[in-house]
């Protein structure tokens, strides 16, 4: 079975503060030079950026542990320590960062957080100690006293892929996904007569229109599932995450077999057990293989059955519907995306903005903890 890496964990840790020195001028024809102690440097940062030529957590199979640099010790002659080199983990797009204990979301980077491509500093360094050089004074004119830096964290976390696309091929396994995938793009899937061919989620670009005014649509091929998915059965169950971040779905249903008047429903019953939300994306249903002679006639008994679904017939061998069902995905596409962005929208609409600061003939009117603030006093929490 090809490997594919959609999850693993990881220890990650911050480097610790450099320690202050304790040190003294020592020059000659300058009696008692006084403290010359520097700080300590601070430790490096945890880092996690996006690299979109990333796909897979496959780079983080095998290294497992991250660790940012210490920050170095001060020195003599008032030099400070050097910050600790940051560590910096890439991340394909898409990716969920997780708390391994607790499971608490802290990092989506698909972009409904509004920052996708945005570097995230997850864990920062410690701050370097002081040296001797801070705490001279007109009563201890050679202090012997130093910080140390402070230590760095140490974190366990899940770090989980899901797909992310615009449409998601759902079906039955040899329901045609793969043949379709491979026939409006460059992607080049396993494709073979028997079940379980496609073991990996698999990723390809559809263009829709002309160069100068086409749109990229990217298509996932979801590995296909079985009655039952949503508990554990087949190899579905693996993979019914990465449906969830797609925009649309596209089911697709084999015309020349005996359950054809069936899998629509069984495929529905297993989304909506994996997440009810599964059934409010735009979909679209697909008649395949009606090129065969077993599927005279059945995709008109599909349509009678679901009159409120958008049906299209297809044949990746013949061609048949190929080119329309590439503006019925347009289309989808951009539908998903209009409702997307209308309840972005929506949401930004209710986010309200409160301040303490009011103003009254004139004046500003602000509560005690503010008052306090202006007054050069910080409130003690």
């Not at 989506?108 to 004074?137: C, P, R, T, Y």
């Not at 590995?223 to 087949?234: D, K, R, T, V």
């Amino acid at each position: 079975m090809q490997k594919f890496a959609d999850e693993a964990l990881i220890e990650v840790s911050s480097g610790s503060g450099g320690n202050g020195c304790v040190a003294f001028r020592r020059e000659k024809y300058v009696p008692k030079g006084g403290p010359a102690g520097g700080d300590g440097g601070r430790g490096g940062a945890v880092v996690f950026t996006i690299r979109r030529n990333l796909r897979t957590l496959a780079h983080l199979r095998y290294a497992h542990t991250f660790k940012a640099e210490n920050g170095r010790d001060g020195e003599g002659g008032g030099r400070y320590g050097r910050n600790g080199g940051d560590v910096v983990i890439p991340l394909p797009p898409g990716t969920l960062i997780r708390d391994a204990e607790s499971g608490e979301l802290i990092r989506d980077f698909s972009g409904k957080q509004g920052f996708a491509e945005e570097d995230f500093v997850f864990l920062k360094g410690g701050n370097g100690g002081w040296g001797n050089i801070h705490f001279k004074s007109s009563v201890n004119q050679a202090p012997r006293r130093a910080l140390p830096g402070k230590p760095g964290q140490t974190v366990q976390l899940r770090v989980e892929l899901q797909i992310m696309a615009d449409v998601g091929l759902v079906g039955f396994p040899n329901a045609g996904k793969s043949s379709l995938l491979d026939r409006f793009t460059n992607a080049r899937p396993k494709i073979a007569p028997y079940p379980f061919t496609t073991k990996i989620p698999n990723l390809g670009v559809l263009t829709v229109g002309a160069n100068d005014r086409g749109r990229d649509i990217i298509l996932a091929d979801i590995p296909g599932l079985i009655e039952g998915a949503s508990q554990g059965a087949g190899l579905g169950i693996r993979f019914l995450k990465h449906i969830s971040r797609t925009a649309a779905l596209a089911f697709l249903v084999d015309l020349s077999d005996d359950n054809y008047l069936t899998a629509f429903d069984v495929l529905l019953k297993e989304l909506e057990a994996f997440s009810p939300a599964m059934l409010e994306k735009k979909r679209l249903l697909l008649g395949t293989k009606t090129d065969l002679d077993e599927s005279a006639g059945r995709l008109a008994e599909l349509s009678a059955k679901y009159p409120a679904e958008q049906i299209r017939g297809i044949s990746v061998f013949s061609g048949e519907g190929i080119k329309e069902l590439a503006e019925d995905l347009l289309r989808l596409t951009e539908a998903a995306e209009k409702e997307a962005a209308a309840e972005a929208g929506a949401f930004a609409g209710d986010d309200t903005f409160a301040t303490d600061v009011s103003a009254e003939d004139g004046e500003f009117a602000a509560d005690e903890d503010f008052a306090d603030v202006l007054d050069g006093e910080v409130p003690q929490e």
